[in-house]
DNA sequence: TATATCTATTTGTATAGTCAAAAGCGGAGC
DNA sequence: GCTCCGCTTTTGACTATACAAATAGATATA
């Protein structure tokens, strides 16, 4: 493994294990020169590099600093709703409709490949785009993993947000489906049962350990997911 | 503008204009750094930094080498879909279900931003995996960006495996929505009216001009959007 | 013929330096 | 107080060079 992919991934874990937390400073190309024995050029693309991906900010003169969990990246990096929400103007709020702790049980534990005994904290969660369901959040927090979630009431700041600010860089998987409302979740969104919704669907795991697992449902006829792309990204 | 920079984007504006195309060897790296009058390594970061992106490959000894199209690379980067059935190992055949060209209306024409009477072909095309209606495509190709297209039959290659070697690069915008399905529509993907269906819009630009605005229609319970998100990427 | 070896080419990584641009900081002068 | 000037730190871009690793193709050998 060459220098600079060592360094490349020494900072890059210190960030997603949380040990460097968005706003840190993190060492000068001379010190990281000094520590890894070798050129400031080779920091220098390092660095650079981590840059270009998003996860650090560098500014002449005050020195680099690990970034804020990228929004928009991509399309699939869809961020918390209320975040979104809030940047294209609109008014949301949402609705904690239930808050429980308990065990997981088989089939979903299978599903997620954790423990079946694992603690975790279930929420569900209804999101108002103004004044109008927009979704319905069918959340999971492992407790080992975020174990600050069991004294979190989620009252003020919904539980993707939250999530955002504990753990703040992660890995995650997306899922995205077409699904019918059925009657529960049509009376919720107060729309038909049976009509198409879209579902996303996340997982998301940090240091290999799943940390939450999440289900939002969109009534099809309020939500899509749009990007741009182009090969050079950016 | 830096030299690096100027050789990035010269070499990025050949490949997505079409001048290099997928397989073609592009110059080695002291031929570019006689032709830029600069040293090999810049050359080097601008070509590495293209390799990263997906869009050369470099390979010692036999040099660099412009990629084919990016294949998965984000979950919004869905491919044709008969290079993701093979892919999985999947029997994937396909109908023409409707060919004809004519000009763009009104309304089509403001939603694609494109001159109103702009010749257009018009496909409507049904997927078939593993002996299962699992897409209709509804695709619009504009003639005067693609004028091959009006003397192609498409009878043996999919429209978009076509547009692929075509223009194998080009801009791209997605819009993922669920919608349920309509009488025809779900007579031809064998489902039930009503049924939520996975919508995948795309329109493809190239050079600033449109060269085709596709949609795909999926039905719920055969189809998803899956993938997996890393700060890093890759 | 088949296989092993050599050679030339090209990329990959790294060094040790230079100069420049940005920007925070402190002090001089008003 | 405020503004301007210069100093210093840090990143950014670049050079010229070196050697290593991969490997296609030619050559030599069994």
């Not at 970034?67 to 709020?93: C, F, K, N, W, Y």
């Not at 423990?115 to 785009?129: G, S, Y």
């Not at 049976?194 to 939450?212: D, H, K």
């Amino acid at each position: 493994m060459s220098i600079y992919q060592r360094i490349f991934t020494d900072v890059e874990t210190k960030i997603i294990s949380g040990d460097w937390r968005p706003g840190d400073r993190i060492p000068v190309e001379h010190e990281l020169a000094a520590e890894y024995r070798c050129s400031r050029m080779t920091v220098s693309k390092a660095l650079s590099a981590l840059a270009e991906r998003g996860m650090i900010v560098r500014r002449r003169k005050t020195g680099s600093f690990v970034a804020s969990p990228q929004i928009d990246r991509t399309v699939m990096d869809i961020q918390d709703i209320s975040t979104e929400a809030e940047l294209a103007g609109h008014e949301h709020r949402f609705e904690i409709l239930a808050r429980k702790v308990e065990r997981l049980g088989e089939a979903e534990a299978q599903q997620l490949s954790e423990p079946a005994d694992a603690e975790v904290l279930r929420l569900q969660c209804l999101h108002i785009v103004d004044g109008r369901p927009n979704a319905i959040e069918r959340r999971i927090i492992m407790l080992d993993a975020v174990p600050r979630a069991r004294d979190e009431s989620f009252a003020s700041i919904p539980p993707g947000k939250w999530l955002l600010d504990e753990v703040p860089w992660s890995k995650a998987k997306h899922i995205i489906r077409a699904v019918s409302a059925d009657t529960t979740t049509a009376r919720i969104l107060q729309t038909e049962r049976g009509e198409a919704c879209l579902s996303l669907i996340r997982q998301t795991w940090q240091n290999g350990r799943t940390v939450t697992y999440v289900e939002f449902t969109h009534p099809g006829d309020r939500f899509q997911f749009a990007g741009t792309f182009h090969p050079m990204a950016n």
